[in-house]
């Protein structure tokens, strides 16, 4: 008989990427070339001179041995990012405190929820949304409140509308802009509202900013932690993964209040011994380094957008121009409309080798779009347009 898995395991949906990437097998395997928009997995080289960094630092004294918290390179970093955040947002924190750095943003995330829910606790995430800021609360035993963020409210939750019970069980809140998948923004304003909102709740509340560096008209995001009074509730995430395409290294950080850190901290030292230490001195690096690289690719993923949202338009397929993020983010087309997401991706991956995320990965609120991922080049993108122009005039 087979081992029965945890229950709370059984809970969560199938992963979203493991599903599509077993299409992609198949249709790769029957001689297809795949275009893959699928995962925002970015395609860049990260900055020469931090390769160079990981690469020296390989000879370093006791390089390879476990990273120790309060060693100079376990510090530089810890004070690299507290600098970061006070040259991007002003915000001021100290890096021994309000300060972590997480194996990626994504482990952070997962545990953040593991160390604050009890069995049955409420969270409030949004739908859709990046998919471990739900699956993480499903496998801690909790149990998800959806914010449904709507194209007519501009993909933010409705902070007002959140029944007062709910709010008074809830433990965890998720925000997250710019938001992936639907590439929404979020201005100061709206981080002063969720601090009235949440200030006399006794909720945690998240920030995944994973994209604060690609807004293509202002350049940077706001950072929850700008909105007077967010300090005594919140924590927000970041990750070297995007500004750096050091998605494969794993390094992301968790800064804010200082409590709620250290609960974090300490799930985690339960689990893992830290980042490998040669990484931290490259992210320390990235971030103490010259920047034109994120300005650098942040251009050439809005060019993408545009070649992607224009071609789309012309041959058909409505779609709006996202203002931030890699992601385009639109409706099925027209004539596809009475299939679900779901189906509709599978059967775009048998008919032209294009590989979308379907929208109910990211949640129920997700049903009737699809996303695409532009981390492939113009040349495959162009090419992608010719397979949909056919794939479209079929049905019309
Ligand atoms: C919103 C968001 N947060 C976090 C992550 C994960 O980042 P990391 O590589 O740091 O785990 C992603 C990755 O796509 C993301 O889209």
Redesign the pocket.
């Known amino acids: 008989m087979p081992m029965e898995e945890a229950h709370r395991m059984m809970r969560l949906p199938p992963y979203l990427f493991t599903v599509v990437d077993g299409w992609k097998k198949e249709v790769k395997a029957a001689g297809v070339d795949v275009i893959d928009f699928s995962m925002?997995n970015p395609d860049f080289d990260p900055p020469a001179h931090v390769t160079r960094a990981l690469k020296e630092a390989m000879s370093m004294p006791g390089i390879h041995r476990y990273s120790k918290r309060d060693d100079v390179i376990e510090k530089t970093l810890r004070k690299a990012i507290a600098d970061w955040y006070m040259g991007r947002f002003k915000v001021e924190l100290d890096p021994e405190t309000e300060v972590l750095p997480l194996i990626?943003?994504?482990?952070g995330?997962a545990h953040l929820a593991l160390a604050y829910m009890n069995n049955n606790d409420l969270a409030l995430v949004p739908s859709p949304a990046?998919p471990v800021h739900f699956n993480g609360i499903i496998m801690a035993g909790g149990i998800l409140y959806n914010l449904p963020l709507k194209e007519e409210n501009d993909y933010l939750p409705e902070l007002h509308s959140i029944p007062r019970e709910t709010t008074r069980l809830s433990k965890l809140m998720f925000l997250?802009y710019p938001h992936?998948p639907t590439a929404a923004t979020c201005d100061l304003d709206f981080y002063e509202k969720v601090v009235h909102f949440a200030h006399d709740k006794n909720i945690i509340v998240a920030s995944?900013i994973?994209?604060s560096d690609f807004v293509f008209n202002k350049r940077t995001a706001p950072s929850m932690l700008q909105a007077k009074g967010a300090r005594k509730f919140c924590v927000e995430?970041h990750?070297l993964?995007k500004s750096y395409s050091m998605?494969g290294w794993r390094l992301?950080f968790a800064v804010g209040n200082k409590e709620i850190l250290a609960g974090l901290n300490k799930t985690k030292s339960y689990v893992d011994f830290g980042i490998f230490r040669g990484v931290q001195v490259a992210a320390t690096a990235a971030l103490t380094g010259p920047q034109a690289y994120v300005s650098k690719i942040r251009n050439i993923y809005k060019h993408r957008i545009d070649l992607l949202v224009d071609g789309l338009n012309k041959i058909g397929w409505v779609t709006p121009k996202p203002k931030a993020t890699f992601y385009v983010w639109t409706k099925l087309p027209d004539p596809y409309r009475a299939l679900s997401c779901m189906e509709f991706t599978e059967l775009l991956m048998r008919q032209t080798g294009i590989a979308v995320a379907p929208g109910t990965g990211f949640g129920e609120y997700g049903e009737g779009y699809v996303r695409f991922a532009l981390v492939v080049d113009d040349a495959k993108i162009a090419k992608a347009l010719e397979r949909l122009k056919k794939f479209l005039e079929i049905k019309v």
Do not use: H, L, Q, V
């Not at 990626?104 to 482990?107: H, M, N, T």
């Open positions: 925002g990626g943003s994504k482990e995330i990046y997250s992936n995944d994973a994209y995430f990750t993964s998605a992301g």
